[in-house]
T-cell receptor
Framework: SQTIHQWPATLVQPVGSPLSLECTVE??????LYWYRQAAGRGLQLLFY??????ISSEVPQNLSASRPQDRQFILSSKKLLLSDSGFYLC??????????????FGEGSWLTVV | DAKTTQPTSMDCAEGRAANLPCNHS???????VYWYRQIHSQGPQYIIH???NNETNEMASLIITEDRKSSTLILPHATLRDTAVYYC??????????FGTGTSLTVIP
């Protein structure tokens, strides 16, 4: 069966510091990968999605970036964090196939507090 | 952007059916309706999805109107553990899933 893991689960970072959140998927190949962010009391905002290694699409311009160095690895980064980057970050995956009946599955999430 | 509209919050008595509505009047012919729920501080959990026909699984039933402009998620016997935010999503062409703000369901003892 497929599993998705992301880490760290919780982190507190000072303003201006770098960020790296990592996500890996097991049990499938060539998945579509996603990063979402959820601010406190808000809905989920799609940040990035990837359909393959090195292929990243950005939904929202910001000081965050994403990379996919390996097939099942997705990394969310920032060179300098802002207070507004605080939130709950979720990695997700879906099978790489055409058609719209394709379910997305989420990781456990990472809580980021920028102080 | 989300293509769905849901009530902000709902209450349901424990043991009763919870009926969560969703409007998606601009849905296209090949777009599916998905439902997820999110318990606080956890990743969203997949519940069910459908295209045209009504669907049922071990968690819930999904009723889609004939014109596909709205749908209802039914939790047949709500329990306290069903208290969560429920998201109705229409997946647009491509690989993106856009979530709205969802319905906060509170199951009352």
């Amino acid at each position: 069966s497929q599993t998705i893991h992301q880490w760290p689960a919780t982190l507190v970072q000072p303003v201006g510091s770098p960020l790296s959140l990592e996500c890996t998927v097991e049990g499938t190949s060539n998945p579509n990968l996603y990063w979402y962010r959820q601010a406190a009391g808000r809905g989920l905002q799609l940040l990035f999605y990837s359909v393959g290694i090195g292929q990243i699409s950005s939904e929202v311009p910001q000081n965050l970036s994403a990379s996919r160095p390996q097939d099942r690895q997705f990394i969310l980064s920032s060179k300098k964090l802002l207070l507004s980057d605080s939130g709950f970050y979720l990695c997700a995956w879906s099978a790489h196939r055409t058609g719209l009946g394709n379910t997305i599955y989420f990781g456990e999430g990472s809580w980021l507090t920028v102080v | 952007d989300a293509k769905t509209t849901q009530p902000t919050s709902m209450d349901c008595a424990e043991g009763r059916a919870a009926n969560l509505p969703c409007n998606h009047s601009t849905i296209s012919g090949n777009e599916y309706v998905y439902w997820y729920r999110q318990i606080h501080s956890q990743g969203p959990q997949y519940i069910i999805h459908g295209l045209k026909n009504n669907e049922t699984n071990e968690m819930a039933s999904l009723i889609i109107t004939e014109d596909r402009k709205s749908s209802t998620l039914i939790l047949p016997h709500a329990t306290l553990r069903d208290t969560a935010v429920y998201y109705c999503i229409v997946r647009v062409a491509g690989n993106q899933f856009y979530f709205g703000t969802g319905t906060s369901l509170t199951v009352i003892p």
